[in-house]
C-alpha cells in the first residue's frame, strides 16, 4: 500500500515527517509519497515558489529514500491543485485504492473539494487525529457526508480493494508552517522546527522574509 501526503508543505517541518514516519510504521505502508500543491484552492498562495518548496522536500527526506519520496505531478500541472486528479493518477498507475493522508481539519472541509464523492470512491482516507473526540468528529462528519463509508479507529490493515477512511490517533506535534514562517519574519529562530538543511536552505534562499 501507497500512502500519498498532499499539502504545501510551506516549508516542510519535522512535524510532517514524524507523522508520516509513524503512519508508515501503524499502517506497514511500502512507501510514502510526498505532493506539493502548485496552489490550492482553499488556502492562500503559497510564500515559497514551487521549486523551493520541493526542493526542501527532497532535502527533508534524502534520510529516507527506501520509504520517503517526492512527487512534482501537481506542480508541473500548475494551476489549482486538485486532489482527485492526483487520485485518478495514482489509481490508474497503482491498480488499487491508495491511501491519502490528511490532517482532521483538512478532512472536515472534504465537501468542498473537488468531486468530493468521486474523491472518497477513489482513495482511501488516513486522518490524523488525536482522542477519542476528535474520532467522534470525524465519524460523525462522515455519516452525514458520505453515509455509504466506513470509518475506522487505528485499524492498521487498509483494503486495497474497496475504500474507506481510516482514523489515525497520532502524537500530537504543535509545529506548523504558518508558525515558522512567522518566526522567520520576525527574526525568530527556528532551529529543531525544522531539519538543519531546511533552515540553512531558507536562510541562504532568504525565504519568508519579505
Known amino acids: 500500500m501507497i500512502g500519498l501526503y498532499g499539502g504545501s508543505f510551506d516549508p516542510v517541518h519535522i512535524g510532517h515527517l514524524r507523522i508520516a514516519e509513524d503512519i ?5 505502508l511500502e512507501k ?25 522536500l527532497k532535502i527533508s527526506t534524502a534520510y529516507n529514500k527506501k520509504f520517503f519520496d517526492v512527487s512534482d505531478l501537481e506542480i508541473k500541472r500548475g494551476g489549482k491543485s486538485y486532489t482527485v486528479e492526483t487520485a485518478y493518477y495514482y489509481v490508474n498507475i497503482l491498480g488499487y485504492h491508495p491511501a491519502f493522508i490528511c490532517g482532521t481539519d483538512s478532512f472536515l472541509s472534504l465537501h468542498k473539494w473537488k468531486e468530493p464523492y468521486r474523491l472518497i470512491n477513489l482513495i482511501n482516507f488516513i486522518v490524523v487525529g488525536r482522542g477519542k473526540s476528535t474520532f467522534e468528529e470525524v465519524k460523525e462528519y462522515v455519516e452525514k457526508n458520505f453515509p455509504e463509508k466506513e470509518v475506522f479507529y487505528n485499524r492498521k490493515y487498509i483494503d486495497k480493494n474497496r475504500t474507506a477512511v481510516y482514523f489515525f490517533d497520532g502524537r500530537k506535534i504543535d509545529i506548523s508552517s504558518t ?4 518566526r522567520i519574519k520576525e527574526n525568530k529562530s527556528i532551529t529543531y522546527l525544522v531539519l538543519p538543511e531546511v533552515e540553512y536552505y531558507i536562510n541562504r534562499k532568504n525565504l519568508y522574509r519579505g
Do not use: C, G, N, W
Request: no cysteine.
Open 24 to 28: 508508515r510504521e501503524f499502517f506497514s
Open 32 to 56: 510514502i509519497i510526498f505532493i506539493p500543491t502548485y496552489h490550492s484552492p482553499l488556502k492562500p498562495e503559497s510564500r515559497a515558489s514551487p521549486e523551493d518548496r520541493v526542493k526542501m
Open 179 to 182: 508558525e515558522i514562517r512567522q
